[in-house]
């Protein structure tokens, strides 16, 4: 038998902790192993039950989602947990702190409860979470807030081709999507976002994201 997911809940509303709690625990492969209302009862739980995904919410007391992912997934964790983020997007306007925090993907509170189950189980394998419909909107709406930093080396390694398909992940293209703009195949839009992850030392898609408007590859 495979071993089930292990989920963390963390969310300061009951009923909603709850609902995703029932959801996830009802589906075979998943299982519910905590949770939690607040931010720092959430980092002590998932450093001390090591669950494969942590559903965290972003306005939360006494630690908010933006520092508990932080501590969870940041920069410089030796041993980094898996977080989706799950936010109100038109109230919540610290989601991209949160992908910049760590976070592998995020998720809208009012999502069908299958792209929740989705959502898991893709960031539990590694990969991230970056709806397309609404990346530009996510991210596209700090743009303007985001100096953008000096050049690194990895950057200045990119192709120009290389470099175009960052942009159009940045903008929230699908792989499939890039593929029919550019006309390549999907196999080798994987090979040059692996390259570019590779290159600038990035862990998903939703890294470079934050990347590429951090460095103003993006307007």
Do not use: W
């Amino acid at each position: 038998m495979t071993t089930p997911v292990r989920v963390l809940v963390c969310d300061d509303q009951a009923l909603i902790r709850t609902g995703f709690a029932t959801i996830i625990d009802a589906q075979p492969g998943l299982e519910v192993v905590g949770e939690c209302g607040d931010g720092r009862t959430a980092v002590d739980l998932a450093r001390r039950l090591r669950p494969d995904v942590v559903v965290m919410d972003v306005r939360m007391p006494v630690l908010d989602g933006i520092e508990a992912t932080r501590r969870l997934a940041g920069a410089g964790v030796a041993d980094p947990v898996k977080v989706l983020v799950v936010t109100t997007f038109n109230l919540d306007e610290y989601v991209y702190e949160a992908l910049r925090a760590g976070a592998s993907g995020f998720l809208l509170k009012d999502a069908p409860p299958a792209q929740l189950l989705h959502g898991i189980r893709t960031v539990a394998t590694g990969a991230a979470l970056l709806a397309p419909e609404v990346t530009r909107q996510l991210v596209g709406r700090y743009a303007a807030r985001i100096r953008p930093a000096q050049a690194t080396p990895g950057e200045t390694a990119l192709t120009p081709r290389e470099l175009e398909v960052l942009s159009l992940i940045a903008d929230g293209l699908s792989n499939s999507e890039i593929a029919a703009t550019l006309v390549i195949s999907q196999e080798t839009v994987k090979t040059y976002v692996s390259r570019i992850l590779t290159k600038l030392d990035l862990r998903d898609r939703v890294q470079a994201v934050v990347y590429a408007y951090r460095r103003g590859l993006v307007t």
